[in-house]
C-alpha cells in the first residue's frame, strides 16, 4: 500500500471518529521532579505511556549549575539523568553504554546532549563525537555548550 493511500485512509478513519485522536498522550516525567517546565507540550504515545521508566537512580554532577542556571527543562533533566544512568553501565564487549535520543524537533535534543557532554567532561571523560546532519548546527552545538557554562570544551 502506498503511503498516500493509507494517509487517506488514516485521515478518513478520523473523519468517521475512529481511534486515531487517542493515539497521543500528555507526556511528563513521571519519577523525577527536577527542573522548570518544558516551554512547549510535549506528547508520547499512548502505548509508550502505559510502560513505566526505570528508577532514576543517577545524581548529576552538574545538577546545582543546571537548577542555577535554568538552562534545561524537566524533560531534558530526565533524559540527561537516564543517559548517564545507562552511560554507567558496559556491554559484553567492555565499551561504555549508549543512549538513544529520539525526540521529535524542538525538543531540545541539542541543549541535552550539550548537558551530556559537560557531565562527562566532569567526570573526566574528555572526549566526545557529536554527529549531525548540518553543518550549520555546529553554531548551535557551541552556543549550546557556552550556554551550559561548558566553553571549555573545543
Not at 541543549?111 to 566526545?128: D, F, P, S, V
Not at 554527529?131 to 552545538?141: C, E, H, Q, R
Request: aromatic content about 8%.
Amino acid at each position: 500500500m502506498k503511503i498516500y493511500q493509507l494517509a487517506k485512509e488514516i485521515e478518513q478513519d478520523e473523519a468517521d471518529g475512529g481511534m486515531s485522536g487517542e493515539t497521543f498522550t500528555d507526556y511528563w516525567p513521571s519519577k523525577l521532579s527536577i527542573g522548570h517546565p518544558h516551554p512547549d507540550p510535549i506528547v508520547e504515545t499512548s502505548s509508550l505511556s502505559a510502560v513505566q521508566p526505570p528508577e532514576p537512580t543517577y545524581n548529576p554532577k552538574i545538577m546545582d549549575k543546571l537548577e542555577s542556571l535554568k538552562i534545561l527543562s524537566c524533560l531534558q533533566i530526565e533524559t540527561l539523568v537516564y543517559a548517564c544512568q545507562r552511560h554507567l553501565q558496559h556491554i559484553q564487549s567492555g565499551a561504555r553504554a549508549g543512549f538513544f535520543i529520539g525526540d521529535g524537533a524542538g525538543v531540545g535534543k541539542g541543549r541535552t546532549i550539550a548537558g551530556l557532554i559537560w557531565e562527562n567532561w566532569q567526570h573526566g571523560r574528555k572526549k566526545a563525537l557529536w554527529i549531525s546532519v548540518g553543518s550549520d548546527l555546529k553554531y548551535d552545538a557551541r552556543r549550546d555548550l557556552d550556554d551550559m557554562g561548558a566553553s571549555c570544551i573545543e
